[in-house]
């Protein structure tokens, strides 16, 4: 009866230690904690259980553990080269203390602010390196979303999810530009993803593969697909 006491006192006294020790810690350090805790806690269950004579069953669950172990395994050999590769070739995206989020990509980085739902963007690569997003014309965004198709399909998704918050349903049903004031030389090439000295045939299989992605028969964009046509025009144009 007295151990019993004094067990229960024991444990009473460890409660109340480890409330106070979560009220004195800063929460950057909580979850260090919880595993400290947790450790101390399994280490003083297992030396009760081996002093009363009863961790005998613990044995006897990890027996019972074995045979679906050894089943898993192959299974697990057979689908980590699958995991791995996704892992790899996923967005890498990253929470920040601020309650936000961050998602970057080849071509893009952009942060997601969770409370006040803001998206924001910056241009890592390729033309408009370093521009943020909210500084570029509805115009330009179009041209840096041809870029994302040729060269990275996470790009464009990503510039896409931006398009949809930022402009709604606008930016696909806007009317197409007219005449080759709209778009510069430089921003056609981007357009097609190709650099400058691109021959004909390569401005011609560009704009072929392109139109194959984002045609407005295909679910793409009448306004992608005429800056496409255009930037075609242009450089065909200058080859001439």
């Known amino acids: 009866m007295l151990g019993r006491l004094i067990l229960l006192i024991a444990f009473i006294l460890a409660v109340l230690t480890i409330i106070q020790l979560f009220k004195n810690t800063p929460k950057s350090q909580t979850k260090s904690l919880y595993w400290k805790v947790g450790l101390s806690a399994s280490a003083i269950i297992l030396i009760l259980l081996a002093a009363s004579g009863r961790i005998h069953w613990i044995g006897a669950a990890i027996g019972a553990m074995i045979p679906i172990v050894r089943r ?12 791995q590769q996704y892992l790899r070739t996923r967005p890498q995206q990253s929470p920040s203390a601020n309650n936000t989020s961050e998602v970057k990509t080849a071509i893009l980085s952009m942060t997601l602010d969770h409370d006040t739902d803001r998206l924001q963007g910056q241009v890592i690569s390729g033309p408009f390196s370093g521009h943020y997003l909210d500084s570029l014309e509805l ?3 179009q041209s840096l979303m041809g870029y994302c198709h040729q060269q990275d399909k996470d790009s464009a998704k990503l510039l896409m999810s931006y398009l949809n918050h930022r402009f709604g349903n606008q930016w696909q049903t806007s009317p197409p530009p007219s005449g080759d004031g709209n778009l510069t030389e430089d921003s056609a090439y981007a357009v097609l993803g190709l650099h400058r000295g691109a021959s004909r045939d390569e401005v011609i299989q560009a704009h072929r593969k392109m139109m194959q992605k984002v045609h407005p ?15 075609k025009d242009i450089l065909i144009s200058k080859l001439a």
């Open 72 to 83: 898993s395994i192959p299974l697990l050999l057979r689908y980590f080269p699958m995991v």
């Open 217 to 231: 028969d295909r679910g793409g964009s009448d306004y992608l697909a005429a800056q496409i046509n255009q930037a």
């Open 139 to 141: 115009e330009q965004l």
